[in-house]
C-alpha cells in the first residue's frame, strides 16, 4: 500500500466548518477503487491539528485521486482555512499485509 | 476511538529485526478485545522511522494493552534497537465514526 499522512493545521475559527467539508471528501474518496482507507483523526491535545490517513492500494491511485471533483473542491473549500501550508509523510504497510485493508 | 500514533527511530543495523519483532506484537495485539487495528507502517523517505498506529475502543483498552504479555515482551526485545525514545500522539477518530473499524 501506498499511504500517505497528510498533516492538516486549521485556523481555529475553522474546525467544525474543515470537519464538515473533509467528511464529504472523505466519504467519496471510498468510492475510488484505489482508495483503502481514507481516515479523518483530530489531535486530542489541539484540536486544530488533524491527519488524514489515506491507504492508496498504489502510488498512481493517489495521483488520481488528485484528478477527482470531490478532491479538487475540497481543496478549494479549505485553502482558507489552513493555518499553514499542508505537509505529507508516506509509507508504505509493513502489517497487516495487501490484504489486510 | 482513542487512537495513538507511536513514532519509532531504529538504528539501522537493527531493522530488519525491529520489523519481525513489531509483526509479532502487532499480530497478538489484534486478539484483544479493545484494539481495533494495530498498523505498522515504515516511512518512505527513512526507512528506520515507523509509526505504529494504534486504535483502541476506549482509552482503558490502551493502559490493559500494556499489561499484555506480547506488549511486555516487545518492549523488552526493542529497547536496544531504538535510536531515539519513542513520541506518542493521541487521535480521536472524525472519520469513519465508531462502527467502520
Redesign the interface.
Known amino acids: 500500500m501506498y ?1 500517505v ?1 497528510v498533516h492538516v493545521h486549521v485556523k481555529g475559527e475553522y474546525v467544525e466548518e474543515f ?1 464538515r467539508t ?2 464529504e471528501n ?2 467519496s474518496s471510498l468510492y475510488e477503487p484505489g482508495v483503502a482507507r ?8 489541539d484540536p486544530t491539528h ?2 488524514l ?1 489515506e491507504v492508496y492500494r498504489t502510488i498512481e491511485d493517489s495521483a488520481k485521486h488528485k484528478e477527482t471533483t470531490h478532491y479538487q473542491q475540497w481543496r478549494e473549500k479549505v485553502a482558507v482555512m489552513m493555518a499553514e501550508p499542508r505537509s505529507s ?8 499485509d495487501e490484504n489486510g485493508w
Open positions: 499511504i499522512h470537519i473533509t467528511i472523505a466519504r481514507f481516515d479523518v483523526l483530530q489531535s486530542q491535545d488533524f491527519i490517513v509523510m508516506k509509507y508504505r504497510n509493513i502489517f497487516p
